[in-house]
């Protein structure tokens, strides 16, 4: 679709969007290339100059809000930023909580020691970089392009490997929290108001979904379209209908699940526009109550580290689009 909408030539375009930056700065660059790409031809030299890195000091920050604002020499602005506190100012704001869990039992302690074990292997200081700098040792003995290519694709799946395994450490660490979760969510349903729970994996969902059955709806990437929409009609018609779990890249966009006040986020995602856009599904224009949001996390596991990430992540989009006015 990306692709298909830069090819559509026009003397004049309008991008229209709640979510310019996902995760990184450096993913302005499609969308103002689209708009000018004379002024923007090349993404590396963006990236350089305003985020190297995937990071902004003060000077680049302070630089690219001006060029969004104003263009380049004061002549093109690219972008009209409107918060929601601006343009819907009676909507009640955010409250977000984590609420960590400390691995009492044996399955979360094991899961939560393998995950940082391998952890450790990929960063400096565990197993894994003694591994590098021997398949680094070999580099001097590569003959050819094709010898150090060799080497060099063989690092990238250990690695691989590696992360390929923390996924699925996380995978059964959120299968293993999904009791607790259950017993959280039981709590909050004491009060009779309908809750929106999200998670990352399906069989997650499934599994909450199916602890609550008499009482929940589910949304994930398998349900077809009509199904999915007599479940919203469900979950905001029905008394006795309480509970609507979906997965985030499901349920996280196009949905409107504003008869809910709270959420609770089973696991987390990397992105935060995809956590933010969740969100949104419960805080648009309708809610009459401030925004519950919950994560609920292991302590010292991937998800309680990822919060902390994203929260950095969110910081640095903030800061970079959120001060733009016009």
Known sequence: ??????????????FATGTPIVSYPYELFPLIHMLSPSDWP??????????????????????LQSILRNGIN??????????KKEVLKDLPRKRR???ELSPSDDALTRLVDKENNLWDQINEGGAFLPEVEEILSNVKDAETDKDFMAIIEGMKFNKGYLMQ???KVRHELARAKVPYVCEHIENILENKDKLVVFTYHRDVAEMICEKFSSKSV????????????????????DSECELMVCTMRAGGMGVNLQCAAHIVFAEMDWVPGILSQSEDRCHRIGQEYSLLVQHVVVENSMDSYMAKKVIYKQ???????????M
């Open 1 to 14: 679709r990306t692709q298909a909408i830069s090819k559509v030539s026009a003397t004049k375009k309008i």
């Open 74 to 83: 004061g002549t093109k602005p690219l972008m009209i930023r409107r918060l």
């Open 315 to 325: 910081k640095m989009i903030d800061k970079t689009v959120n001060p733009v006015r």
């Open 165 to 167: 395994e923390i996924s």
């Open 218 to 237: 589910l949304i994930h990437g398998g349900i077809n379209i009509d199904a999915r929409h007599d479940r919203i009609e469900k979950f905001w018609n």
């Open 42 to 63: 090349e993404f590396k030299r963006f990236e350089w100059e305003y985020c190297p890195y995937g990071r902004m000091s003060g000077r680049n920050l302070e630089a």
């Open 97 to 99: 909580q984590i609420i």
